[in-house]
Nanobody, 125 residues
Framework: QLQLVESGGGLVQPGGSLRLSCAASGFTSDYYQIGWFRQAPGKEREGVACVSGGGRTIYPDSVKGRFTISRDSAKNTVYLQMNSLKPEDTAVYYC???????????????????WGQGTQVTVSS
């Protein structure tokens, strides 16, 4: 059974860092696009990073240079390293996959159909 489990969220001060983990089971995550998304209260879910099976990555301007997505094949886990965090990064963070082999991943929620339960990230002093 396919499952994605996020962890690593928490409370951090502005300027701090967190690393989120997305542990995959029931499939080999290396082959497929994996996306990280976030949803703040009252806002739509938005993509913050994705990686294709070939390792190509996409970031929106809002996080480019601060967030990095990476894989650990041995652990079947995808990470999201978040640096220089800002209060506006506060949200529930989700990882997702589509079990589609793509050359370039996309940051649209419509392109993903398997989601984790989310982990809360709060950036506040």
């Amino acid at each position: 059974q396919l499952q994605l489990v996020e962890s690593g969220g928490g409370l951090v001060q502005p300027g701090g860092s967190l690393r989120l983990s997305c542990a995959a089971s029931g499939f080999t995550s290396d082959y497929y696009q994996i996306g990280w998304f976030r949803q703040a209260p009252g806002k739509e879910r938005e993509g913050v990073a994705c990686v294709s099976g070939g390792g190509r990555t996409i970031y929106p301007d809002s996080v480019k240079g601060r967030f990095t997505i990476s894989r650990d094949s041995a652990k079947n886990t995808v990470y999201l390293q978040m640096n220089s965090l800002k209060p506006e990064d506060t949200a529930v963070y989700y990882c997702a996959t589509s079990l589609r082999v793509v050359g370039l991943c996309v940051l649209s929620t419509l392109a993903y159909d398997h989601w984790g339960q989310g982990t809360q990230v709060t950036v506040s002093s």
